[in-house]
């Protein structure tokens, strides 16, 4: 089923799926990924937009950890418990993303005096607000949401960094 089919039948934001990537892909919705599963704890990921043996065992032990069929391919279901289980303030926030986190931003925003709707797409509206953020507490107006904007939306110190993923990645002579 196509994904956004998919979302509509289940009722899930399409905010919070993305294109199906497979193994071997190469793409800008690889380079999403991997940033999701760095901000899980597979911290030995690189960012590179390339699906290699690292991001499918990354992709692999997280669909075992969540129940979800482990293929190593990241559909609407991966793609759901990606953007949904992630822990606002583990990555960089930019236009263009989705997720649990984007909304949370959103809802912050709208704590500090902004008129944004909890949409979970960080859209141009999101980026704009983002930058008056910053440029009224004196950050770098970039419209990336960091660990210090994110600080000063909460108005309480950073959280404590995502706990590391250990042992999700087996070679036949040890675990890495």
Same mark, same amino acid.
């Given at each position: ?82 953007? @949904? ?12 993303? @989705? ?30 607000? @983002? ?46």
């Amino acid at each position: 089923m196509e994904p956004h089919l998919w979302a509509a039948h289940t009722g899930i934001s399409a905010a919070l799926i993305g294109p199906t990537v497979r193994p071997w892909d190469i793409s800008p919705a690889v380079a999403e990924l991997q940033e999701l599963l760095i901000a899980h704890g597979f911290s030995k990921l690189r960012v590179d937009g390339n699906f290699g043996y690292l991001t499918e065992a990354a992709v692999k032990t997280l669909q075992r950890q969540h129940g979800l069929r482990i293929d190593g391919c990241v559909g609407p279901r991966t793609w759901t418990v990606l953007k @949904t289980a992630i822990q606002p303030g583990s990555r960089l926030l930019r236009r263009g993303h @989705t997720g649990a986190d984007v909304a949370e931003l959103q809802g912050l925003l709208r704590v500090n005096g902004y008129a944004i709707d909890r949409s979970g797409i960080f859209c141009p509206q999101t980026q704009v607000y @983002t930058i008056d953020f910053q440029q009224q507490h004196k950050l770098r107006t970039d419209g990336v949401v960091d660990a210090f904007t994110w600080a000063l939306l909460r108005g309480r110190p950073l959280a404590e960094p995502c706990r590391k993923q250990r042992r999700w990645f087996w070679d036949n002579r040890k675990w890495w």
